[in-house]
């Protein structure tokens, strides 16, 4: 199994070399080289920011499409909380849920139910290991690989329990089996999600082996065939719901942590606010703090990009959805104690470190530092790397030249020009049958001068006209 799978591609017949995604990306996998953008598998978190800013939709998510559903006797749909927040006017998750039926699933398993048992989890651990505080969630699949490769000193602090997906997932087979009687090749386990990190969970899980998920479909292309089916539920509809409060606000930015009933938690979203979390986490500046919450989606799950309403327009259907739910509706059991530890631990991938061994980094190291001295320090992206200091890495790594940075090239060419010029003329007083040659060298020299300030003089137009 590749450890570095993702659900992020790329197209590079769409790829117009543009800057726009290696500047947002958060573990600068990205670099433009030859006008197209490439992406590092190993630095890549599958976050989908890139998908996000991509204005020529090169970037996009892969995953699994309706036809899947069918190479399996008996179906069931793990519907999350993000997607009753898609729904204008959406007073009982029920509608949703029948519609699913409708759709040609044959059972409904909801996410929100497998997150309140988290919760109820969560709380437990909390109480048990107070001298692990302050814990962090590992709900969203991107945050947890972001520790994996870049925070390792955090790993400690992860919360070992699944993620609701593979709880619902696993209840849901169970459940499954028991009805039919067929055996679990039979059954395909079907998640509705909001963001392309889920597929690589499903690929690649962390905490756990494999994963009992058998595919997942984006709720972008699930949407519409739902639309036609909740007009044809009516209002003679079965009670299927076996969610709360608790497990439908998990959908949103802080849901999770108002689900363990304490106020000592900390709860960020979009994942440059997650990274500048975890740093300050590092450096220990929280005190007091049993929990933290942390989506790299904007607004939690319901900013994912497979999703089709406004992030914040979805948050406040949610909190109309739950005004009348009760608390919690799903409760810890022999059977669900069974599911939620995880079952492998999550190990640190050093796929940052410069060099082989401890000494090779540091010497590495010391080279990125002196060739950031002699870097302009202005973090353009020209040279297809987001910042100054991540081509230096680049050079070190042997992947990149020092001639990438044009403003490097330029001031090379500057200098170049006048030593051969100086050169030149020496030449010219020693040897007097050479001028013929040496003037036709100088005239060269002279317009790689000319053309040197005539980009200098467009670049000081273009900063005044900005």
């Known amino acids: 199994m590749d450890k570095f ?5 790329l197209d590079p017949n769409l790829c117009k070399g543009c800057i726009n995604c290696i500047k947002r990306c958060p573990t600068e ?7 197209k953008a490439q992406i590092n598998s190993k630095f890549c978190i599958d976050c989908g920011e890139c998908i996000r800013v991509c204005p020529h ?30 729904f204008n006017n959406l007073d009982d998750v029920n509608i949703v849920l029948n519609a ?22 969560t709380r437990t651990y909390l109480a048990e290991h107070k001298d692990q505080l302050p814990i962090i969630s590992t709900a969203c699949p991107s945050v947890v690989r972001l520790i994996r490769v870049r925070f390792p000193n955090l790993i400690p602090h992860m919360l070992p329990l699944n993620p609701p997906i593979e709880i619902a997932a696993k209840l849901a087979a169970v459940k499954a089996m028991k009805k039919t009687g067929l055996p679990r090749e039979k059954i395909g386990i079907f998640f509705i999600s909001p963001c392309p990190s889920k597929v690589t969970y499903v690929k690649v899980p962390l905490g756990n082996e494999t994963s009992q998920v058998d595919g997942v479909l984006a709720i972008k292309d699930v949407y519409p065939q739902l639309l036609s089916r909740m007009n044809a539920v009516g209002n003679d509809y079965v009670d299927i719901a076996t969610s709360g409060k608790i497990g439908i606000s998990w959908g949103r930015s802080g849901g999770e942590s108002s689900g363990l009933l304490s106020e000592n938690y900390l709860a960020a979203d979009g994942i440059e606010n997650v990274i500048r979390v975890l740093e300050d986490l590092e450096d220990q500046k929280f005190t007091n703090l049993e929990f933290i919450e942390l989506n790299a989606c904007n607004g939690g799950c319901v900013g994912g990009i ?5 992030p914040y327009v979805a948050e406040t259907k949610l909190k109309r959805l739950r005004r009348y739910m009760p608390v919690a509706r799903a409760h810890m059991n022999h059977e669900a104690e069974g599911v939620i530890p995880w079952t492998t631990g999550v190990q640190y991938e050093p796929v940052f470190r410069l060099g082989n061994t401890m000494m090779e980094s540091f010497s590495r190291l010391n080279q990125v530092e002196r060739l950031c001295k002699k870097l302009p320090g202005l973090d353009c992206g020209s040279c297809g790397a987001p910042t100054c200091k991540a081509l230096a890495e680049d050079i070190v790594r042997g992947n990149a030249k020092e001639t990438d940075c044009v403003y490097y090239l330029r001031e090379n060419l500057h200098n170049l020009s006048e030593e051969v010029s100086i050169l030149a003329d020496d030449l010219a007083d020693g040897d007097k049958g050479g001028k013929e040659t040496l003037r036709i060298l100088k005239e060269y020299i002279q317009r790689i001068s000319d053309e040197m300030s005539l980009l200098d003089r467009q670049e000081k137009e273009d900063t005044q006209e900005e």
């Open 5 to 9: 799978y993702h659900s992020v591609r």
């Open 29 to 35: 996998a990205i670099r433009v080289r030859n006008k």
């Open 57 to 86: 939709h090169a970037k996009y998510a892969i995953y699994d499409k309706l036809e899947e559903m069918r190479k399996y006797e008996y179906t069931v749909a793990l519907p999350p909380p993000s997607l009753y927040s898609q």
């Open 100 to 121: 699913l039926i409708l759709m040609g699933f044959d059972d409904v398993f909801e996410v929100s139910a497998a997150a309140e048992l988290v919760s109820e989890a």
């Open 306 to 310: 497979l999703t089709v309403e406004n």
